[in-house]
């Protein structure tokens, strides 16, 4: 995929998923503040590096639903249904698109499936429904191999901020901490760093 074109994408894809995110928002009496004005730069630089490391059409999309609910996520605790909707189905239609329809579905099975045993088994105190839907979507774009590193690093990125707020004495055991800025986080570095893994 074209660099620039990646970036110019990906940066349009945040703003579309902010329209959508303000929308569920305002629909449930919620307000997700104003865009961070950075936030479309920085998706489509994350964007450009990682077409030009090879990442494919629907991972670069998926990266500005992540971002976005990443942001919303922090702001209000809630990751929106239109949000990961939007998420599932564009990664699907450029699945479709670039031949990689097969994959995404192993990944949004295979992440969604793990990420929703994890919410069973805590009764959905230590994982969200929300995170659930957010991960079978990036699982979509992603692919199964990715998709897994994505969520991995996820897990690390949340488990170091929350040690570091119980050392800093900021939490205690039973204080919850929002998932889907640690989702963005790890969608992120899988994309662009060479872990091994590309789907």
Do not use: Q
């Amino acid at each position: 995929m074209n660099a620039v074109i990646a970036g110019c994408a990906a940066a349009a894809a945040t703003l579309l998923c902010w329209r959508v995110a303000a929308g569920a928002a305002e629909r449930r009496r919620l307000t997700i503040g104003s865009l961070p004005p950075v936030l479309p730069t920085i998706v489509a630089a994350a964007a450009t590096a990682a077409a030009l490391g090879g990442a494919h059409a629907p991972a670069i999309a998926a990266s500005a639903g992540a971002a976005v609910a990443g942001v919303v996520d922090a702001r209000t605790g809630s990751i929106f249904d239109p949000l990961t909707a939007t998420i599932l189905a564009a990664s699907l239609a450029l699945a479709a698109i670039d031949g990689s329809v097969a994959s995404g579905i192993a990944g949004a099975g295979g992440i969604g499936g793990v990420l929703l045993f994890l919410h069973a088994l805590s009764g959905g105190r230590g994982l969200g429904f929300g995170d659930v839907k957010l991960g079978a979507g990036l699982g979509m774009a992603l692919g199964f191999s990715t998709g897994v590193t994505a969520i991995a690093l996820a897990f690390v990125f949340g488990g170091v901020y929350g040690s570091w707020l119980l050392a800093t004495k900021r939490a205690t055991a039973g204080t919850s901490v929002r998932f889907a800025p640690f989702i963005a986080g790890g969608t992120f570095v899988a994309l662009l760093v060479p872990i091994g893994f590309r789907a």
